[in-house]
């Protein structure tokens, strides 16, 4: 008699090896990043040891500190923080404009150019970049942020673009019909009611943009070229540049660079995985 | 039609031209509508024609002339691209882009679709393993790119070690002529939190009682995943694809970064196409040339999009579409 008992047990053997394959590949994706902070407490002589020490003994933490007075750390975080700040206002002012229109008014010509604005997310950023980079340069805008600013507030971001459609378009349009019969204009609408219903669309618009200026490496690279205004990015590459025989510290620096968004991950988890799913779901057709 | 071209004649027409006209505009919705939504989405068509349309006609322009960002430019016809056809290292560029993209592009979407499959299991902590197979996608490039260099070092990386310990051989990884890609590869076989939760969220939109009908016919694991699976997702397979073929094309960050730790490097087995190009433009401020470079990576794209569109007629199912 084939049993519940020896169902249950190849039922437990199953889930056993399913949390094996889990943990295996889990350990082999987080190794790195626990490699890179197990570096960053040891001293330079323990890190350069054959064969490689597991363990740091003592830890040693003043590498953090040594690390942030020897290179302006601070300053690539505030001016990261400027790119961030200014960029994610013209994203949410212009995208939340543009996806309004792409949604909640119906217009002739409307879906096919909003296929254009998705068809530019195929266009590397290379192919567009000189005549760009020679536009700037004669505006005498090249050295600072203005290059990677402006084009946010024309509606550059199209994923925020997207995302905000997709929120808007799941809005009951009785609810503007309403307002329309009290006499409101398409802007009080926008402004008024679809606007503050979309607080958890802009919330993840933000958050993207955010984690998208942390990491922007080559917008910096093409415009700024002095290290007063360099942003963490060009920050951390000059580290490794400067700092390849100490490792200690170009792994303090990775970790100081990295600990904050995987803290902010941790507190925007579902924020952050729902709005990459919304891309996936609004590809059909 | 005909009225107005009659009334435009009259002496009076002006007038009532333009009063009905006004009057039109007015009782026409569909007019209202349009200049409404053309209003709300004018900074996007500001935004494309300054940042879209004016580069592209600005960078075929420029393609055919000595341009070097100071002179004036001067037309020079095909010179940039027969000089291009001529330069050894556009092609050495051009092939090591297409190396990391024709390996990278089939293994990250074998990896990531295996990441999704393992998160959808029905198992306890989905939620934690989730977080830990996502976050190597949020660590900054440059960052990752710090661990992957160390992690590869040759002399004393802790891959080389465990490799030793297992009496295989240690190579230079990133820094050998021969490995230096694939060391690419794998890094970017690191970061494919995006794409796994796009495949996840596809998985999860597949309904369960396809799967439950399909095992009541005695279809096998593999049955059920070939013909359910993979036709019901096939939409979101195109889209990771596209997402992962723009970032091939345009591989440069890594590259880049990687290059400043070791100025030295392994020859020019690292020297990906876009970088030439930046090297090329901003560097050696030949302006024309790399223009030339840029409109031909525009229209390898392009034809690379158009074959991948027409392709997946044949093998993207669209559920909807059906009913």
């Known amino acids: 008699m084939p049993t519940s008992s020896s169902r249950s047990t190849r039922r437990l053997g199953g889930s056993l090896a399913k949390h094996a394959t889990l943990i295996a590949v889990s350990v082999l994706l987080g190794f790195p990043l626990f490699w890179m902070v197990l570096t960053s407490l040891k001293t330079n002589p323990q890190s350069l040891a054959v064969p490689p020490l597991w363990w740091p003994h003592p830890f040693v933490w003043r590498n953090y500190p040594e690390m942030l007075s020897a290179v302006p750390f601070w300053r690539f975080v505030l001016n990261t923080l400027m790119y961030a700040g200014v960029t994610i206002v013209g994203v949410c002012v212009?995208?939340?404009?543009?996806?309004?229109?792409?949604?909640?008014?119906?217009?002739?010509?409307?879906?096919?150019?909003?296929?254009?604005?998705?068809?530019?997310?195929?266009?590397?950023?290379?192919?567009?970049?000189?005549?760009?980079?020679?536009?700037?340069?004669?505006?005498?805008?090249v050295g600072w942020y203005l290059p990677l600013m402006i084009p946010t507030f024309l509606g550059s971001s199209v994923f925020s673009t997207f995302l905000l459609r997709q929120f808007f378009m799941a809005i009951p349009e009785s609810l503007s019909d309403a307002a329309r019969v009290d006499g409101a204009n398409e802007f009080t609408i926008f402004s008024r009611i679809i606007l503050p219903m979309a607080k958890p669309a802009l919330a993840t618009v933000i958050l993207f943009q955010f984690i998208y200026c942390w990491n922007d490496f080559i917008g910096p690279l093409i415009y700024i070229n002095n290290q007063v205004w360099y942003p963490l990015s060009l920050g951390l590459n000059l580290i490794l540049g400067t700092y390849t025989t100490n490792w200690p510290w170009v792994m303090a620096a990775a970790t100081a660079a990295t600990a904050p968004i995987i803290v902010l991950f941790f507190f925007t988890q579902r924020t952050f995985i729902k709005g990459i799913s919304i891309q996936g779901t609004g590809v059909k057709g | 039609?005909?009225?107005?071209?009659?009334?435009?004649?009259?002496?009076?027409?002006?007038?009532?031209?333009?009063?009905?006209?006004?009057?039109?505009?007015?009782?026409?919705?569909?007019?209202?509508?349009?200049?409404?939504?053309?209003?709300?989405?004018?900074p996007w068509i500001a935004g494309f024609l300054l940042f879209f349309a004016y580069p592209f006609f600005a960078t075929i322009y420029y393609s055919f002339t000595d341009f070097n960002g100071v002179g004036a430019a001067h037309w020079i016809g095909f010179t940039n691209y027969v000089n291009l056809f001529h330069d050894p290292l556009f092609k050495t560029s051009l092939f090591n882009t297409f190396y990391y993209t024709v390996i990278e592009l089939p293994l990250s979407t074998v990896a990531a679709l295996g990441l999704a499959l393992l998160l959808n299991m029905n198992v306890r902590g989905r939620a934690v393993y989730r977080t830990i197979f996502y976050i190597p996608s949020i660590v900054p490039l440059v960052a990752s790119c710090m661990i992957f260099v160390w992690l590869f070092n040759p002399a004393f990386g802790i891959v080389n070690d465990l490799l030793i310990?297992?009496?295989?051989?240690?190579?230079?990884?990133?820094?050998?002529v021969a490995l230096s890609k694939p060391s690419f590869i794998l890094l970017g076989l690191w970061g494919l939190g995006q794409p796994m939760v796009i495949y996840l969220a596809g998985l999860q939109g597949v309904p369960r009682d396809m799967y439950e009908v399909a095992a009541l016919d005695g279809a096998s694991a593999w049955k059920r995943f070939r013909y359910i699976t993979l036709p019901m997702i096939s939409p979101v397979i195109l889209f990771n694809?596209?997402?992962?073929?723009?970032?091939?094309?345009?591989?440069?960050?890594?590259?880049?970064?990687?290059?400043?730790?070791?100025?030295?490097?392994?020859?020019?087995?690292?020297?990906?196409?876009?970088?030439?190009?930046?090297?090329?433009?901003?560097?050696?401020?030949?302006?024309?040339?790399?223009?030339?470079?840029?409109?031909?990576?525009?229209?390898?794209?392009?034809?690379?999009?158009?074959?991948?569109?027409?392709?997946?007629?044949?093998?993207?199912?669209?559920?909807?579409?059906?009913?």
């Not at chain 2, 505009?25 to 989405?41: E, I, M």
Request: charged share 15%; with cysteine.
């Open chain 2, 241 to 323: 694809v596209i997402l992962q073929l723009v970032l091939c094309i345009s591989y440069f960050t890594q590259a880049q970064v990687i290059e400043a730790a070791d100025p030295g490097g392994p020859g020019t087995s690292t020297w990906f196409y876009v970088q030439y190009l930046y090297e090329q433009a901003f560097l050696f401020l030949k302006l024309g040339y790399s223009s030339a470079m840029a409109f031909f990576l525009f229209v390898i794209s392009a034809v690379i999009m158009v074959v991948l569109f027409r392709s997946s007629a044949r093998w993207v199912y669209y559920a909807n579409e059906q009913q």
């Open chain 2, 1 to 42: 039609m005909q009225v107005d071209v009659q009334t435009n004649k009259s002496p009076t027409a002006p007038l009532t031209v333009a009063s009905t006209r006004r009057r039109g505009s007015l009782r026409s919705p569909h007019r209202r509508a349009l200049r409404l939504g053309l209003l709300f989405v004018s």
């Open chain 2, 165 to 176: 310990d297992a009496h295989l051989p240690s190579p230079d990884w990133f820094f050998s």
């Open chain 1, 94 to 141: 212009s995208s939340s404009l543009v996806a309004y229109g792409f949604s909640r008014i119906r217009w002739r010509g409307r879906d096919i150019l909003f296929q254009v604005m998705v068809g530019t997310l195929l266009i590397p950023f290379f192919a567009t970049l000189i005549p760009l980079f020679t536009m700037y340069k004669n505006f005498h805008m």
